[in-house]
């Protein structure tokens, strides 16, 4: 990759979801700390989630009209510290909210315009996306891991201070990224395109599976950690285990170039959602048994690992590059609508429903997502 700008594309990956290492982990804890409720924090969890419903569509829409997607990923991450540095001013629901809705919706001007970025000067190399990627998942490890160990010193009080760091590497990270260059960035925007595509039922079935897989999620990404704690597992082993998923997904984004090309998109986001289904069971039941949960995590390796990749490839490859903004603003747009559902009606059933039957349910909504993949989502193109 010596024509790519491997390292200062990785390093933006690095730092931008070693904040999601210090928030999807530990944010649940830092809520649950202040008093709030299953309820209330589920709630709050979703905010950002729906922001994600908005937010990327409306910066698609001025990156695919203005380009500029450096520009506007430099303007996100600087008005994502602003914004969250609200939260040393008051921590109470209702200026968490506050905070968590006008900082998040900068944050997801973010990661579409990378994703658009990096695939780019990848240009024909865009199976070696992962290999970029990959640094984003060793930079979550590097953080769950190390404030796993940490809070066991400190209180988990202080996330927000350590977060606010992490933030601000990703600005200066985005300060080293690379332009795309002027005749791309700008290039004329196609018409009529859009209504066209979004008219394909493969389309559709690929955006609705992408929903449905990250609603599945819900009571992984809100109270996997909070579960744990009950399990008595400590906060180091809380840490590992979440490393864990993402040493899995790691392990995967180094064979993506070689399992897309050999089994096709259709098979990977199949067999991603199938794999879903086993995963929240196996939580949902044998969550006490070390075993089981070391294989439950393992298979984060599918039901993130293999499905982001093959998605961001079949967006790439059904959409044109003036139009690619948009397609991974809806991508992010339905994943954060899903998010956002999930979170929800996991906080409104861990009280009532308990932790195991939260779980069936999320392997019931992966599983309609397999049924819709197995019906309607057959992609025109199968690998490059």
Known sequence: MASVPYWRLSNFYFWYFSLLGASAPFWPLFLERLGLSP???????????????????????????????????????????????????????????????????????VLPQAEVITLHHLAERGADYSKVR?????????VVVG???????????????????????????????PALPPAVDSAPLAKGTLRGLL?????????????????????????FSVYLQTLDYSRTAIGLLWALGVVAEIAVFLVMARLLPRFGLRRVLLGS???AVLRWIMI????????????AQCLHAATFGTFHAAAVAFIQQHFPLQRQSTGQALYS??????????????????GSLGASTTYWGAAGIA?????????WLYPRVEHR
């Open 273 to 275: 959602l199938v794999l």
């Open 147 to 177: 404030f796993g160990g940490l809070f066991e010193y400190i209180p988990v009080l202080y996330l927000p201070h350590l977060m606010a760091a992490i933030m601000l590497m990703i600005i200066l990270a985005g300060w080293l990224l």
């Open 39 to 109: 309820a209330r924090i589920g709630e709050l969890i979703a905010i950002p989630m729906l922001m994600r419903v908005l937010a990327p569509n409306l910066w698609a829409a001025l990156a695919d009209y203005r380009g500029e997607r450096l520009r506007i990923l430099r303007l996100g991450s600087v008005c994502t510290l602003l914004f969250f540095a609200g939260v040393f001013i008051d921590q109470s629901f209702w200026v968490l909210a506050l905070v968590m809705a006008l900082h998040s919706f900068f944050w997801h001007a």
């Open 134 to 142: 990959l640094w984003g998942s060793v930079g979550f490890i590097v």
């Open 333 to 350: 747009t339905l994943g954060g609508a899903g998010g956002a559902l999930g979170a929800l009606l996991s906080g409104y059933a861990w």
């Open 284 to 295: 949902a039941e044998w969550a006490d048994h070390i075993l089981w949960l070391l294989l």
């Open 199 to 223: 008219r394909q039922p493969a389309i559709l079935a690929f955006y609705a599976c992408c929903l449905l897989m990250l609603a599945s999620h819900g009571p992984y990404y809100t109270f």
């Open 367 to 375: 599983l309609l997502g397999v049924l819709i993949a197995a019906r």
